[in-house]
């Protein structure tokens, strides 16, 4: 819960304030203004290590984020359990999933005695090419967020996102 102040009523005989405070379930000014930044930073971030990795003759970066969530869970889950783990909604995992699959970076199986339920397990060549990916994604993704640690708390980093949103 978040208190505002709501008004200030200054005496100016006594040089007293009286303040009246309230309570809110809603974002304060400064709340809002660090999402917004955080939001812009973000697609900032994801745009400039996307156009990286393409340079490179590499794959989009929603191919990285699919096979880093299998490697980092034993290098295979249930599509369920895949989406809970990404921001991916289901029907674009599932065709994200396919594509992977036809490039040979993963692979459906069986899971367990049920035919009917699939797991999705990363490959050889799918977990080569996210170590590929991560050797460009990796060192810009630390500048980036380095460069956010070096700033003199949240009016700074939201300062900062103000400037690079602005037209030049």
Known sequence: MNFHLLEVNQNCNQNESEHKVVKTNLPTAFETDIWVAMNRATRRIQSEISAALKEAGLPPLKWYDLLWSL????????????AQDTIFEQSNLSHLSKRLAAEGLVE???????????????????????KRMWSIYG????????AFGEVDGWRAFIEAELDQASPG
């Open 108 to 130: 459906f199986v069986e899971f367990g005695s049920d035919r009917r339920g699939k797991v999705l397990k990363i490959t050889s060549k799918g977990r080569d090419l996210r």
């Open 71 to 82: 490697e980092r869970h034993g290098g295979q889950l249930r599509p369920f359990e895949l």
């Open 139 to 146: 060192p810009m993704l630390h500048e980036r967020m380095r």
